[in-house]
């Protein structure tokens, strides 16, 4: 957004207006159906807002938060956009995949996994959604013909690290170009190949910060990694 940025925080939704220099907190008082925001998609005329209780978003004219007609009152995990198509994904604590059609509002149910894993991140490519877990390493599914993959770290020596997933402790997800970027709790970052399947390995001895992954973002120049203690760029 070339006039705001949006901070999702445990303790509401905040912007900064970069324009005038202020900021504007949202909080239950005034709009949130929850004070933990837990992700947000960021659109030309809205940011859709997943919290602790469901699903919102911010009207960029009006400057307000709006709720759904049939909100879903699930604790949202991770949430992310399908690129031309007029859809949104989210995973709950329940261990369950929805999708939410944005022209009608439509919810849909399409995954049920068990309540024991703990999804925390989404990412979409070609036809694919890929789900990462906080200890189970990446789930995979085909968007065409609904078959799921599992993709775990490879044993427990360390020549193996060098060639696939570094840990199945999974932060975030973002894919970059033609490449899943996969940070870790404690590993640093795994950098999958879409298109050849090749792996890459990237931590504190490369010139991570350290290597507890936080974020991943990316603008017209650089990739920023955010860790606990700073950032990486």
Do not use: M
Request: net charge positive.
């Amino acid at each position: 957004d070339k006039q705001r940025i949006y901070f999702a925080t445990w303790q509401g939704l905040y912007i900064y207006f970069k324009d005038t220099d202020h900021w504007q907190a949202f909080h239950q008082d005034n709009g949130l159906p929850h004070e933990d925001v837990t992700g947000l998609v960021v659109e030309p005329e809205k940011v859709w807002i997943a919290t602790g209780r469901g699903l919102c978003y911010f009207d960029k004219q009006e400057n307000k938060i709006k709720g759904l007609p049939q909100n879903k009152k699930f604790r949202i995990t991770a949430i992310i956009s399908q690129p031309n198509q007029p859809y949104l994904w989210v995973t709950n604590q329940q261990g369950q995949l929805w999708r939410l059609n944005k022209k009608n509002l439509h919810w849909e149910l399409l995954y049920e996994f068990p309540v024991a894993i703990a999804i925390n991140s989404l990412a979409y490519y070609n036809n694919s959604l890929w789900l990462g877990t906080r200890e189970q390493g990446l789930i995979v599914i085909s968007l065409l013909n609904k078959k799921t993959d599992r993709i775990k770290k490879r044993g427990g020596i360390l020549k193996w690290f060098k060639a696939g997933l570094v840990s199945n402790e999974i932060s975030v997800l973002k894919v970059i170009g033609s490449h899943l970027w996969v940070g870790t709790a404690e590993k640093g970052i795994s950098i999958l190949n879409l298109k050849n399947n090749q792996w890459q390995q990237l931590d504190f001895t490369s010139g991570l910060l350290n290597d507890e992954i936080l974020t991943i973002e990316e603008d017209d120049k650089f990739i920023w990694i955010g860790h606990f203690g700073g950032i990486t760029r």
